[in-house]
């Protein structure tokens, strides 16, 4: 028994000295844990909002004017013989046909000379010679025209005219002898059968000038053709006509104008040129009183995931971060971010101690974070929240470091990660409004023209190759069709 407690005792005592000659005990846990597994979740294709490009159309009402002037030159009607009424008429026009349009109207005004001969016959009696004898007369009128101005499903230009004429203070008559005979009854039948050849003529003729479905057709082509916006970027504007719009004929500035809105989906890539089949369908024309050339344009902003890694790697590695009152602290040496499904895995390979008493504990190796990601607007960086740690590193540290496993840490963390995209976009809206202030030709017939107002945010992608940041930048957009 006195044995017993002699050794005890100098356990005792060597344990004592020992304590005394040493700062305290130490152990290190590795934290042996294993990387998730690096994927993306399926995205669905983004879709920007729709977005009306309008096509300004105007036809210059003194080029319609030249075209008739040159149609309706000479003699309009001419009836030269006297057998039958005795009357021959010849109508010829007299200067130049003039046009004048309000709102989606037309007004026509065409002067004309009217040239008339009458014949005076008389029989008195079988053996009396016979009186004929002829007189010729001339005068001025203008008959005025109106045409009222549709459009069909099919984009056809429909126009309805209408004419009439009047005669001056006194209608015209032609003395012949003794007799005075009115000639408006003659003319006037002669004038409405000519008024309505000239009112489908002239239907026609504005048909012609206005053929909507051939500016239609090649808008809705070349807008499809994807347009380069810049080299260095490898930035492309693509455009994807969903339907057509077309205002009312309004008369501006001489010219009879309208404007047609192709709803699309605009978007700006820089992944190279985008893949596209042109669709040559053209859908039925809808008409709309409010038409816009407010548009959106999916801008995208990516980041790869070494460059991610960078970020982070400069963000936190050689920090050391400290908990309880600095009892215990974790320094950073290393840091990389790669995809997890919908989430960003951030790695962290730390070293890192807790102190209790007199016992110091260490751990060291390679803790996994989960985030999601998500676009902070008023700083413009991509953000992470709802940090937590991987499933296989909360059960490695509540093992090894449970007082690391806290939300402290992550709280810390979540604070200090972002990448900033505000670079990126602020090139994409440089580069964008460049392209619009100068009315890019961006195809031999097309000229765009437009203004970029402001960038809102959309979502946040990941890809295989990075994060992409999705914003949508509002303003509006003119397509000119110039040369066709």
Same mark, same amino acid.
């Given at each position: 028994?006195?044995?017993?407690?002699?050794?005890?005792?100098?356990?005792?005592?060597?344990?004592?000295?020992?304590?005394?000659?040493?700062?305290?005990?130490?152990?290190?846990?590795?934290?042996?844990?294993?990387?998730?597994?690096?994927?993306?979740?399926?995205?669905?294709?983004?879709?920007?909002?729709?977005?009306?490009?309008?096509?300004?159309?105007?036809?210059?009402?003194?080029?319609?004017?030249?075209?008739?002037?040159?149609?309706?030159?000479?003699?309009?009607?001419?009836?030269?013989?006297?057998?039958?009424?005795?009357?021959?008429?010849?109508?010829?026009?007299?200067?130049?046909?003039?046009?004048?349009?309000?709102?989606?109207?037309?007004?026509?005004?065409?002067?004309?000379?009217?040239?008339?001969?009458?014949?005076?016959?008389?029989?008195?009696?079988?053996?009396?010679?016979?009186?004929?004898?002829?007189?010729?007369?001339?005068?001025?009128?203008?008959? !005025?025209?109106?045409? &009222?101005? #549709? /459009? $069909?499903?099919?984009? %056809?230009?429909? @126009?309805?005219?209408?004419?009439?004429?009047?005669?001056?203070?006194?209608?015209?008559?032609?003395?012949?002898?003794?007799?005075?005979?009115?000639?408006?009854?003659?003319?006037?039948?002669?004038?409405?059968?000519?008024?309505?050849?000239?009112?489908?003529?002239?239907?026609?003729?504005?048909?012609?000038?206005?053929?909507?479905?051939?500016?239609?057709?090649?808008?809705?082509?070349?807008?499809?053709?994807?347009?380069?916006?810049?080299?260095?970027?490898?930035?492309?504007?693509?455009?994807?006509?969903?339907?057509?719009?077309?205002?009312?004929?309004?008369?501006?500035?001489? !010219?009879?104008?309208? &404007?047609? #809105? /192709? $709803?699309?989906?605009? %978007?700006?890539? @820089?992944?190279?040129?985008?893949?596209?089949?042109?669709?040559?369908?053209?859908?039925?024309?809808?008409?709309?009183?409010?038409?816009?050339?407010?548009?959106?344009?999916?801008?995208?902003?990516?980041?790869?995931?070494?460059?991610?890694?960078?970020?982070?790697?400069?963000?936190?590695?050689?920090?050391?971060?400290?908990?309880?009152?600095?009892?215990?602290?974790?320094?950073?040496?290393?840091?990389?971010?790669?995809?997890?499904?919908?989430?960003?895995?951030?790695?962290?390979?730390?070293?890192?101690?807790?102190?209790?008493?007199?016992?110091?504990?260490?751990?060291?190796?390679?803790?996994?974070? &989960?985030?999601?990601?998500?676009?902070?607007?008023?700083?413009? @960086?991509?953000?992470?929240?709802?940090?937590?740690?991987?499933?296989?590193?909360?059960?490695?540290?509540?093992?090894?470091?449970?007082?690391?496993?806290?939300?402290?840490?992550?709280?810390?963390?979540?604070?200090?990660?972002?990448?900033?995209?505000?670079?990126?976009?602020?090139?994409?809206?440089?580069?964008?409004?460049?392209?619009?202030?100068?009315?890019?030709?961006?195809?031999?017939?097309?000229?765009?023209?437009?203004?970029?107002?402001?960038?809102?945010?959309?979502?946040?992608?990941?890809?295989?190759?990075?994060?992409?940041?999705?914003?949508?930048?509002?303003?509006?957009?003119?397509?000119?069709?110039?040369?066709?």
């Amino acid at each position: 028994m006195k044995k017993l407690i002699s050794q005890t005792a100098a356990s005792l005592l060597f344990a004592a000295t020992l304590s005394l000659s040493l700062p305290g005990c130490s152990g290190t846990s590795n934290l042996n844990t294993e990387a998730p597994v690096s994927s993306v979740a399926a995205t669905p294709a983004y879709q920007p909002r729709l977005s009306s490009v309008s096509v300004p159309v105007s036809v210059s009402i003194s080029a319609i004017e030249e075209r008739l002037n040159k149609e309706f030159a000479g003699v309009l009607y001419k009836d030269d013989k006297l057998e039958g009424d005795n009357v021959a008429v010849t109508v010829s026009k007299n200067g130049r046909l003039s046009i004048r349009a309000d709102k989606d109207k037309i007004y026509f005004s065409v002067p004309l000379h009217i040239y008339a001969k009458g014949r005076w016959k008389w029989d008195p009696c079988k053996l009396c010679p016979t009186i004929d004898k002829t007189e010729d007369t001339a005068f001025d009128m203008v008959i !005025n025209t109106e045409s &009222r101005f #549709g /459009i $069909t499903e099919d984009y %056809s230009i429909k @126009t309805i005219t209408s004419t009439d004429f009047e005669w001056g203070n006194t209608k015209p008559t032609l003395q012949l002898g003794p007799l005075k005979i009115g000639l408006a009854r003659f003319v006037e039948p002669k004038m409405h059968e000519q008024m309505a050849l000239m009112g489908k003529l002239l239907d026609k003729e504005l048909q012609n000038h206005l053929n909507m479905r051939k500016y239609v057709v090649n808008a809705w082509q070349l807008i499809q053709e994807p347009v380069k916006l810049d080299d260095g970027l490898d930035a492309w504007l693509n455009i994807v006509p969903q339907d057509v719009r077309i205002a009312p004929f309004q008369v501006k500035n001489g !010219n009879l104008s309208t &404007r047609i #809105g /192709i $709803t699309s989906f605009i %978007s700006v890539s @820089t992944d190279g040129k985008p893949q596209i089949q042109v669709n040559k369908n053209l859908p039925k024309l809808l008409i709309d009183n409010r038409l816009s050339d407010d548009i959106q344009i999916g801008l995208t902003a990516n980041i790869p995931y070494e460059h991610a890694s960078k970020l982070l790697q400069e963000q936190v590695a050689g920090q050391t971060y400290k908990f309880d009152g600095d009892k215990s602290q974790l320094t950073v040496k290393n840091a990389t971010i790669s995809p997890g499904g919908q989430q960003l895995i951030m790695m962290l390979d730390v070293d890192g101690k807790t102190k209790a008493g007199l016992f110091t504990k260490k751990i060291a190796g390679k803790i996994y974070l &989960r985030g999601t990601p998500y676009y902070d607007a008023q700083s413009a @960086t991509i953000k992470v929240r709802d940090i937590d740690y991987d499933l296989d590193t909360k059960d490695k540290l509540l093992s090894a470091a449970s007082w690391l496993a806290k939300d402290k840490f992550k709280e810390m963390i979540q604070a200090q990660v972002n990448f900033p995209v505000q670079g990126q976009l602020t090139e994409a809206k440089k580069m964008l409004q460049k392209n619009l202030d100068q009315s890019a030709r961006v195809h031999e017939s097309v000229l765009l023209r437009g203004s970029i107002k402001d960038i809102v945010p959309e979502n946040i992608y990941l890809t295989p190759a990075g994060i992409k940041a999705v914003i949508t930048a509002n303003g509006n957009l003119t397509a000119t069709i110039d040369k066709l």
